[in-house]
């Protein structure tokens, strides 16, 4: 029998051997190449289910402090936060803390002052008489009773003894055209906007507290003549910020007549201004601050924030922090890297965390990271989160 060329046996032996040995070993030599095949193809799986396992309890194991998740989709039992490291102080207001307390109104803001004096001495009865030039005060704060305003017109139609003419009035120019005057409205755009109260709830704040009725109706009715009377102002404030050297850009999901679209937020300083747009991607964003925009702009690492150039977009600190804890909840090397941005990220900016850490790296762990090369560039940008997850999978902490 012809001997397999990879049977590592002298063929001088294999001619000696009896045929019967020799079919035996050619046979158990085949199933040890197969099951040798298998093992591989075996271990390939084992690694990639590995990882597939890792990545679901990465998953699973997102919450709201290592994640963009909301605290109300926290599971129950969740662990606290990561301790903070002591400082020595006390809870509460600190040495030399100055007080926030009410503060009395000047007496030209006093509308009714009670004044209570005593009549006679407690000791021997005799009466008492002058002023004290510092007398305890305490104020009382009331809100008046709510009465509304009505104020009616009448257009009135007169004939002319003379010819017998009819002529009729005409409303005067500063006439409101509808039945609730601009502060009604106004009130009632604050409430809808401000506080997003239901139009069912702004009717009975109107009727409860303002003492006005108001139809279920009427409310998106004054709130749209409100949207009207802002057009000019909104119009300046988007055009304010957009002049800014610095803004932060978010977006949220939102719900207009049963379909999604996503609320736009742009906040500066002195401004903030809110659109709603059918698209969350890159053109909701341009729409917002311009395509031209040339200061820097703070936001998440969303995908429509790419068009950005990286050297004038800063990554949101709290969303960086979030990364930090999910490094350390990964275990491992993850783990020794999250704690060590984390507990550097209250005293140094984030290039200097990541630059920091390359210098941890030991000598021979540098040369074998493809990335050491370019983290000096990559420091100095935005997007550094990407640089932490790679040096974790292509770097060793010494």
């Not at 998953?59 to 002591?86: C, I, L």
């Not at 809870?91 to 100055?98: E, F, M, V």
């Not at 407690?122 to 509304?148: F, N, S, T, W, Y």
């Not at 005409?170 to 401000?194: C, D, H, K, V």
């Amino acid at each position: 029998m012809k001997k397999p060329d990879d049977l590592p046996i002298n063929p001088k032996d294999w001619e000696a051997t009896p045929l019967v040995v020799q079919a035996v070993v050619v046979m158990l030599w085949q199933e040890k190449q197969v099951m040798a095949e298998q093992i591989i193809q075996l271990q390939k799986q084992v690694i990639e289910l590995q990882k597939e396992i890792e990545r679901l309890q990465e998953q699973v194991g997102k919450n709201s402090q290592n994640s963009s998740k909301p605290p109300s989709s926290d599971p129950p039992g969740m662990k606290a936060k990561p301790p903070r490291d002591p400082k020595g102080r006390k809870a509460g207001g600190q040495p030399g803390h100055r007080g926030k307390g009410r503060k009395h109104k000047p007496l030209e803001y006093v509308d009714h002052v009670r004044i209570q004096k005593p009549t006679e001495c407690k000791e021997c009865g005799a009466l008492l008489m002058g002023e004290d030039i510092h007398p305890r005060r305490h104020q009382v704060i009331e809100l008046p009773r709510i009465k509304p305003e009505v104020t009616e017109y009448q257009l009135h139609t007169l004939t002319c003894l003379s010819c017998g003419c009819k002529n009729k009035a005409e409303w005067p120019s500063n006439m409101p055209s509808g039945s609730y005057g601009p502060r009604a409205q106004a009130t009632l755009g604050y409430l809808s906007g401000r506080f997003g109260i239901s139009k069912r709830d702004m009717q009975e704040i109107m009727r409860t507290i303002f003492r006005t009725d108001i139809s279920l109706g009427s409310v998106p009715a004054q709130e749209r003549c409100v949207s009207t009377g802002l057009e000019i102002p909104l119009q300046e404030a988007y055009e304010y910020v957009q002049k800014q050297a610095s803004i932060n850009l978010d977006e949220t999901s939102w719900h207009e007549l049963n379909k999604k679209i996503w609320l736009w937020v742009g906040s500066t300083s002195q401004v903030t201004v809110f659109r709603l747009f059918k698209t969350r991607g890159s053109k909701g964003a341009q729409q917002l601050i311009g395509t031209d925009y040339d200061g820097i702009v703070g936001s998440d690492r969303y995908s429509a924030y790419n068009w950005i150039d990286p050297e004038k977009r800063q990554v949101c600190w709290a969303h960086l922090k979030r990364d930090f804890q999910a490094l350390v909840d990964r275990g491992g090397e993850s783990k020794t890297i999250g704690r060590f941005c984390w507990q550097k990220s209250g005293s140094s900016s984030i290039c200097g965390i990541v630059s920091e850490m390359v210098r941890c790296l030991a000598p021979n762990s540098r040369s074998q990271c493809s990335l050491f090369k370019k983290m000096s560039i990559v420091c100095c940008r935005s997007v550094l989160t990407l640089s932490i997850k790679k040096l974790v999978r292509h770097a060793k902490i010494s």
